[in-house]
């Protein structure tokens, strides 16, 4: 027994150097290996742009820099979300310089373009994404865009996408559109929020499990029978395509009390 529990306890310990090893190996790999600069520095607006320009040309111990613009949110499949940060470099000739971007499968390198936007291989993975999908992007002001993953990218830390500032500045916002949205839940005031970026958006659908399958009510000879709450609960799920949730059925008994 003894034995045992040295052999047991040996097995513990190298166990868990194994996962300090790993995990002390994933900043290297993200800082070394994907973000190649030595030092970020962070405007909050393009007040002080000009002056740091100049200040970085004229230093002799930098050899390169890259402008970009960064912006946080959540991106969504419809159905989930996650928080993220969006890479917008000003050029495509010089990121390279600060990003190094591969494949999460072949290791070949990427290459930010106009025909898409580049989002991590986790991110990809959580909603269940792949090359050619469509994914929404939900800024800080609860604005959505809607983009194309044309490549996923190899990552370690966070999540981020990847696009180019003529495929961002470039998205059509003054066409006369109908917006379809994949969320299982409507969003509040959608048609408003949309409106801010495409303010000819003239139809907002939604295609999830409510929308696709159209069910009739059907009307039986023992309704009499079923409480309120259960006539309502079938009454949910036949207009909605699922059951309501334990928080909306809590909602509902309190409002059928307050109504007696």
């Known amino acids: 027994m003894t034995i045992i529990g ?6 513990l ?32 607006n ?3 742009l000009e002056k740091l320009e100049e200040y970085l040309n004229n230093n ?3 050899e390169n820099y890259v402008k ?8 969504s499949n419809g159905t989930a979300k996650i928080n993220t940060t969006v890479f917008v470099p000003d050029s495509l000739e ?17 290459k930010i373009d106009d025909d898409g936007i580049i989002i991590t291989d986790k991110a990809a993975e959580i909603l269940g994404v792949k090359a050619g999908d469509n994914i929404t992007f939900i800024d800080g002001d609860d604005v959505y865009y809607t983009f194309k993953v044309k490549n996923i990218a190899k990552n370690h830390v966070s999540h981020y996408v990847y696009m180019s500032k ?28 949309l409106r801010t970026v495409y303010p000819n958006l003239m139809q907002l659908v939604y295609d999830n ?10 009307v039986t000879e023992h309704v009499e029978q079923k409480s309120e709450i259960e006539l309502f609960e079938e009454f949910y799920e036949i207009q909605n395509n699922q059951p309501m949730n334990e928080e909306q059925q809590n909602f509902v008994k309190k409002l059928l009390e307050e109504l007696h």
């Open 6 to 11: 040295i052999a047991g306890c040996t097995g």
């Open 166 to 193: 003529d495929f961002y500045e470039g998205t059509e916002t003054d066409d006369y559109l109908q917006i379809t949205l994949t969320d299982e839940e409507d969003v509040p005031d959608g048609m408003a929020k």
């Open 68 to 75: 970009v613009c960064a912006t946080t949110g959540e991106i």
């Open 60 to 62: 002799e111990k930098i």
């Open 94 to 110: 010089n990121y390279q310089n600060a990003y190094n971007l591969t494949d999460y499968e072949t290791n070949e390198t990427l």
């Open 209 to 218: 499990s409510r929308t696709r399958q159209s069910r009739q009510v059907e």
């Open 13 to 44: 310990m190298l166990t868990g150097f194994g996962i300090r090893d790993s995990v002390d190996d994933i900043p290297s790999a993200q800082f070394d290996g994907i973000f190649k600069y030595d030092v970020a520095i962070t405007l909050s």
């Open 46 to 48: 393009t007040d002080g």
